[in-house]
């Protein structure tokens, strides 16, 4: 069996071969087909590894816990608070923090303002531990120690962004800002993190927590958010179970209700994106699957002229000995060769069509092609192959040796 | 046992209402290295004849031994596989694949028989060797003259060593020279021990045969021995 698919192969190719021009333009509807679904996978493979990236970066045993307060109620004039309290809770009955802070970001104002220079910028009032909590290290200076907290000092760490944005000096200590009508010693530039999905993190403002709080005022009202760090002994998953059951517990949440917080990880936002890319690709695959399917059908119109062509020529190799397998086997086999060729072709031509939109987009990531797209691509091609060949191989194989060596 | 037993075969086709009787019981026992010839007019019968002999077809009834083997019940794949065992045939118009040079024309019974391809190529070179176009193995079917053609189609006959090899009206479209040469071609191989069998209507050919069978209506109607005159 093996000898005759090898022989038919060789006799497919050589066919093929003999055709040129006309096999390729047999082929192009694979070409197209499996070109366009290799170039956009190849893009969106590409934005998925570089946002993985830069996740990870970001440190994805972290998770945020923050409120949650659905429209209905948001317009009913309710807000859902998370306080000091929760954040004292779960410190203290959650297992596997490795750290912990609360974070309180300025309502009334971002707008900062060193000299004549005003900008605005995210202000964040936070404690000593959200340096190992958000992976923030200091350039020159200090970070926030738990004395400012304690004595709710006026003192600012800032990002390597809102240096440039205020005009600061390169060596910013020690000079003072104006924050929300409050002026600010900065202590601390933190190290460049560079963007993240176009969000710049060194345009940052660190201030103690205790001391945004006083500026805030009104401290029953404030409602903060908590990032935590997980140890590396314990899984994100399991702290983030703690962590609901806990508080629902502590508010008396009913089990059938919604939760008023929330709780986000990395893996939620890369979930989202891999929602996102997932449902791209699904409708592609609809796309890709027409226009295989097209290309199936012109597979296999050429291959019934072929059939009919060639049928004197079916008629002497039955007439020599072949068996119904062997002409069977050759027509089929040719078919398949043709949509494997096609898409081969395809990968190679999309996957340089991608390369080319990365390339001309900037700040585009490389064009990448997992493996499995390739193997999918050239699998699916394939297929078509044999379902469009089976019938025109079948209706060669089942020829009369009589009829169709007169055939004329 | 003869190499051919032909037993009141019979071969009727449906023309409608009426039966046309293509055949209508043949008795023939051909032996081993024969060269024997069917002659008769259109419509006599005789390629009926030579599409059931060359199990090409199948009687309508009667029994065919060829080679101690009965053909009678055999299905499409084991007539395959005794025409590639068994027969050579050589057609009236070359019947070669257009697209193959003489020698891949020649390679391609073996293909069926699984023979490998450099063992194929030599069988191949030697068969073409044996009708004298070992100097033209590499040319495509259209670049060859008729007579080449023809003696393409003979090694391709005889590469896989059949027992009969059989002729449909072989220089019915060959000139007067290359029919000579094509006929000479086929003396030697009845010297050399080959069963040959012709199909033809031209009396010339049929004069280099040693029996002739005259077939008229679907029946035997002459069966005669000849000395050699060629």
Not at chain 1, 85 to 93: N, T, V
Not at chain 1, 168 to 185: A, K, Q, S, T, V
Request: charged share 20%; glycine share 8%.
């Amino acid at each position: 069996m093996l000898f005759v698919i090898f022989e038919s192969t060789r006799s497919a190719l050589s066919s093929i071969l003999a055709h040129g021009f006309r096999s390729f333009l047999t082929t192009l509807g694979i070409v197209i087909g499996v070109a366009s679904v290799i170039a956009v996978v190849s893009l969106t493979q590409g934005l998925r590894a570089s946002v993985g990236e830069q996740f990870s970066a970001l440190g994805s045993n972290s998770l945020t816990i923050a409120s949650y307060t659905p429209i209905q109620d948001q317009m009913q004039g309710r807000r859902a608070r998370l306080t000091a309290d929760d954040l004292e809770l779960i410190e203290r009955r959650v297992d596997g923090i490795a750290s912990i802070t609360p974070i309180l970001y300025a309502t009334r104002s971002s707008q900062i303002r060193y000299g004549s220079q005003t900008s605005f910028s995210q202000i964040m009032g936070t404690t000593y531990a959200y340096r190992d909590v958000g992976q923030y290290y200091v350039h020159s200076g200090r970070f926030l120690a738990n004395s400012d907290n304690d004595t709710r000092r006026r003192v600012a760490v800032i990002g390597e962004a809102v240096r440039d944005n205020l005009n600061l000096p390169e060596d910013p200590l020690n000079e003072y800002m104006e924050l929300g009508g409050e002026w600010f010693r900065i202590v601390g530039l933190l190290e460049s993190k560079g963007d993240i999905m176009g969000f710049n993190q060194d345009d940052i403002v660190l201030v103690p927590f205790a001391t945004m709080q006083s500026i805030q005022g009104n401290q029953a009202q404030t409602d903060i958010q908590i990032q935590l760090r997980v140890s590396d002994e314990a899984s994100v998953e399991e702290v983030s179970r703690q962590v609901t059951s806990i508080l629902r517990n502590a508010r008396g949440i009913g089990l059938n209700d919604r939760a008023d917080f929330q709780i986000q990880t990395p893996e939620q936002l890369m979930e989202t994106v891999d929602t996102v890319i997932g449902m791209v690709t699904v409708v592609l695959g609809g796309i890709v699957s027409i226009s295989l399917l097209v290309g199936g059908i012109g597979i296999m119109n050429i291959m019934l002229v072929s059939v009919t062509e060639r049928t004197r020529e079916i008629g002497i190799c039955k007439a020599i000995g072949a068996r119904r397998h062997h002409i069977l086997l050759q027509f089929l086999i040719e078919a398949v060769v043709l949509s494997l060729l096609g898409g081969m072709i395809g990968v190679a031509f999309g996957y340089g069509m991608g390369a080319l939109i990365a390339f001309s987009i900037p700040g585009f990531p490389p064009a990448n092609v997992p493996l499995w797209a390739i193997a999918l691509a050239l699998g699916f091609s394939g297929f078509v192959g044999i379902l469009f060949g089976i019938l025109p191989a079948g209706k060669a194989a089942n020829l009369d040796p009589i009829d169709a060596l007169r055939y004329e | 046992m003869s190499l051919i037993q032909m037993r009141d075969i019979t071969k009727y086709y449906q023309m409608g209402d009426h039966t046309v009787r293509a055949l209508d019981g043949i008795n023939v026992h051909i032996e081993k290295n024969e060269y024997m010839a069917f002659i008769g007019s259109s419509g006599s019968g005789k390629s009926t004849m030579l599409n059931i002999l060359g199990c090409l077809d199948r009687p309508s009834s009667g029994q065919y031994f060829l080679n101690e083997q009965n053909v009678e019940n055999m299905d499409a794949n084991q007539l395959a596989v005794i025409r590639n065992q068994e027969i050579g045939f050589i057609f009236q118009s070359f019947n070669l694949l257009p697209r193959a040079t003489a020698l891949h024309n020649v390679m391609q019974p073996l293909i069926y028989r699984n023979v490998r391809w450099s063992e194929r190529k030599s069988l191949a070179l030697e068969a073409l060797r044996r009708v004298n176009l070992a100097d033209r193995v590499h040319h495509l079917p259209n670049q060859l003259s008729g007579g080449q053609r023809q003696r393409v189609a003979i090694a391709r006959a005889l590469v896989t060593e059949p027992s009969i090899l059989l002729a449909d009206e072989p220089t019915g479209n060959l000139d007067s020279q290359t029919t000579v040469e094509i006929m000479e071609l086929f003396d030697q191989l009845h010297k050399d021990g080959q069963t040959l069998i012709l199909v033809t209507h031209e009396s010339e050919i049929a004069r280099h045969c040693h029996r002739i069978v005259e077939m008229k209506d679907g029946k035997v109607y002459r069966d005669e021995l000849q000395s050699a005159t060629a």
